[in-house]
């Protein structure tokens, strides 16, 4: 069983930053893309940025810019580096597994999530 740990969640004002880590578990990290969702309140789960096998990745429109999500092999991590920090941010950050190494379809993997507050 692959599980997932977030970290790095908290308040923050608009304009700041805050960088999301999420600890895997597991000898084959590397295969696997890795990617962020993001979940407001009241609001379905969405992709916000993925990570495939070999480090190509993909952001959500809102993102772009300001968001960036990066991997570290060795330490069976993923990060996202959330700068410019907006109000509408604001939600629950998963981090995720799929099953393969591209982002295709569903995660197979969810971590518990990570609470991202950004104050107007």
């Known amino acids: 069983q692959v599980q997932l740990v977030e970290s790095g969640g908290g308040l923050v004002q608009a304009g700041g930053s805050l960088r999301l880590s999420c600890a895997a578990s597991?000898?084959?990290?590397?295969?696997?893309?890795m990617g962020w969702f993001h979940q407001a309140p009241g609001k379905e789960r969405d992709v916000v940025a993925a990570i495939n096998w070999s480090g190509s990745t993909s952001y959500a429109d809102s993102v772009k810019g300001r968001f960036t999500i990066s991997r570290d092999n060795a330490k069976n991590t993923v990060s996202l580096q959330m700068n410019s920090l907006k109000p509408e941010d604001t939600g629950v950050y998963y981090c995720?597994?799929?099953?393969?190494?591209?982002?295709?379809?569903?995660?197979?993997?969810w971590g518990q999530g990570t609470q991202v507050t950004v104050s107007s």
């Open positions: 597991g000898r084959t990290f590397s295969r696997y893309a």
């Open positions: 995720a597994r799929w099953s393969g190494p591209f982002y295709s379809g569903s995660p197979e993997y």
